[in-house]
């Protein structure tokens, strides 16, 4: 079976037009349901060099908020 389509994914950009935040969770989820697998990028100063990605709270797990992304420590 495959797996196309079966999840959802939202990209959130910075001010400078840089993907700040890659979201998945299962097709249908709603963004305010503990079911996200957050990472965020960090960047060098205003450049586009990628310096690290981390994970919301330090873990891949998908159970955190779509909407709370920017209230959670990455690490």
Do not use: H, P
Not at 18 to 32: H, L, M, N, T
Not at 45 to 53: E, K, M, S
């Amino acid at each position: 079976m495959s797996q196309e389509g079966l999840w959802s994914e939202r990209i959130r950009y910075d001010a400078q037009g840089r993907v700040q935040y890659i979201c998945k969770a299962r097709a249908g989820s709603a963004e305010s349901a503990l079911v996200w697998q957050i990472c965020r990028i960090y960047y060098d100063g205003t450049t586009t060099r990628i310096l690290d990605t981390l994970w919301a709270e330090g873990n891949s797990s998908q159970k955190w908020s779509f909407t709370l992304r920017e209230t959670y420590a990455y690490s």
